[in-house]
Structures are given as C-alpha cells and as structure tokens.
C-alpha cells in the first residue's frame, strides 16, 4: 500500500532557529514530491521536485528529494512567528492526479 | 487572478442528511480533485475529474459521489451522513489531467459538521 510519513509530528521552535521537516514514502510509479504550508484551511503550494539532488529554494525555505533512498527534506532557516503552521508532503503515484499525503509536522515557532 | 473557490464556508448537518458542497476551479484548469482531511490528519483522495469525466476515486463508501460541469466547477455529495464524516473537504484544482509537473492548487475549504 502506497505510504508518506512526515517525522517529526510536531515541533516547537524559536524565532531564528533553522529547522529541517523529514519526508519519506513509498509509492508505486513516483511521479513528483510536492510540499504545502497549511495555516488555516487551504493549504498552500510551496515546491514541486521531481528530480534528485536538485535543491528547490524560495527565500528561507528550500527542499530538496533524494529519489533512491525515497525521502524528501524541507528546510526553514532564520524561522519566524510567520512559519507557523501544519507542513504536508504529498506524492502523486498513479497516473490519476490522487496525492498521497502524509500526517503533517505541525511548526510552532515562538517569539 | 482569483483561485480556488469553495461553498459553503461551513455547514452543520445531522446524521443521515445529505450533503452538496461546490468547488470553481482556478480559471483555465480543467482538471478538480475532492479531498477529506480529518482534524490531525493529511488530506485523503476522494474524486479526481478532468473534462467532465471520472479520473480517480479513492477508497470512499458509495455514499460519496461527485460529477463536474461543462465550466469546469464541481460538486461532491455525501448520502446518508454520519458522524465519521465530519472533516474538511477541500477541493483542488490543476490544469492536466494529473502529469508528473501538474500542480494541484487547494481552495479554503468546507468544513462540515455532522451531529
């Protein structure tokens, strides 16, 4: 059965601290790595990766999937209060367009 | 340019209701996917529909049906309510049918609540 999980769970954070969010699957006919910040409801698009060994940046955030050792890794340096939220790694296997999430890390960043 | 839309915001039904939720894809994309997210829990692949017709359908009771429109808006119906079903539902839009480099865009979703 095709599976994502995100390590850690949860994590509680100062402002400036860096901090790394762990992704690992295994998903039959892998097709991209796509991670999303969730604050509220809607979760929003952060990085889509499909290749290994090539970092995606975008400010302070950057991730980067190693295709043979199946995982996915999403950085977050000098964090802010604003980095608060639920982080979901999502799969697409299957020629559909299904994601396979995985349980999400929720980030707590405080003053 | 306006993204995902979603209605109701939120709704309260009791238990053996049924229910019609409505999602209007980003302007452009034809492809919509429906998923369910428990409180704690990542988001679950419900329906996906590109051009109108079924893609993908998730491990959901028949309960659970969907269709899309010839504008490309969709709506998920959910038969005979029950507790379990309370959740978040999002609906995503994404411009292909579901290719390795097609992003899947989320609206704000309709949380339900079944008593």
């Known amino acids: 059965e095709d599976k994502v999980v995100q390590s850690p769970l949860s994590l509680v954070v100062h402002e400036g601290d860096t901090v790394t969010l762990n992704c690992s699957y295994e998903v039959t006919n892998f097709r991209s790595l796509l991670w999303y910040k969730q604050e509220k409801k809607a979760p929003t698009f952060l990085f889509m990766l499909t290749s290994s060994g090539i970092e995606k940046k975008s400010g302070r955030l950057s991730s980067i999937l190693d295709k043979k050792e199946l995982f996915s890794i999403l950085n977050i340096t000098a964090t802010q209060t604003g980095d608060s939220a639920i982080y979901l790694c999502a799969v697409l296997g299957s020629n559909t367009g299904k994601l396979i999430f995985g349980q999400g890390t929720t980030l707590q960043v405080k003053p | 340019d306006a993204g995902v839309t979603q209605s109701p915001t939120h709704l309260i039904k009791t238990r053996g209701q049924h229910v019609t939720l409505r999602c209007s894809p980003i302007?452009?994309?034809?492809?919509v996917s429906w998923y369910q997210q428990v409180l704690g829990q990542g988001p679950q692949f419900i329906f996906q529909?590109?051009?109108?017709?079924?893609?993908g359908r998730g491990n959901f009771p028949d309960r659970f049906s969907a269709r899309q429109f010839p504008n490309y808006s969709s709506e998920l119906n959910v038969n005979a309510l029950l507790l379990g079903d309370s959740a978040l539902y999002l609906c995503?839009?994404?411009?292909?049918?579901?290719?390795?480099?097609?992003?899947?865009?989320f609206g704000p979703g309709t949380r339900l609540t079944v008593l």
């Open positions: 529909y590109y051009e109108k017709e079924e893609r």
């Open positions: 995503a839009s994404s411009s292909g049918a579901g290719g390795a480099l097609d992003t899947q865009y």
């Open positions: 302007s452009g994309h034809k492809s």
